[in-house]
């Protein structure tokens, strides 16, 4: 079993950076591949950025270039740097786990708030 634990959400004004961050338990860090996922009120959750367990990122177009996944593995951590914020950003982020070499599940974090707004 895989728990997912998000951090670093807040408010902030528009053009400003956060820096998100997941911890996980557990042993199979290293083998996961590693997501973040927002949901904005009425809309559906979304991918925004996924790490895999060879460190390839990808990322939604609208956060190219703005944002940056990375990973610990020895700190079992995935990051999620977000610069140049805009309130469109706003959402709640979640940390999404997918095993698919043991437990064969997706496991999701309890997610944070992120609000960009002045």
């Known amino acids: 079993q895989v728990q997912l634990v998000e951090s670093g959400g807040g408010l902030v004004q528009p053009g400003g950076s956060l820096r998100l961050s997941c911890a996980a338990s557990g042993s199979i860090f290293s083998i996961l591949t590693m997501g973040w996922h927002r949901q904005a009120p009425g809309n559906q959750r979304e991918l925004v950025a996924i790490?895999?367990?060879?460190?390839?990122?990808n990322y939604a177009d609208s956060v190219k270039g703005r944002f940056t996944i990375s990973r610990d593995n020895a700190k079992k951590t995935v990051y999620l740097e977000m610069n140049s914020l805009k309130p469109e950003d706003t959402a709640v982020y979640y940390c999404n786990a997918q095993d698919r070499l043991i437990t064969m599940k997706d496991y999701w974090g309890p997610g944070t708030q992120v609000t960009v707004s002045s």
């Open positions: 790490i895999s367990n060879g460190f390839t990122t």
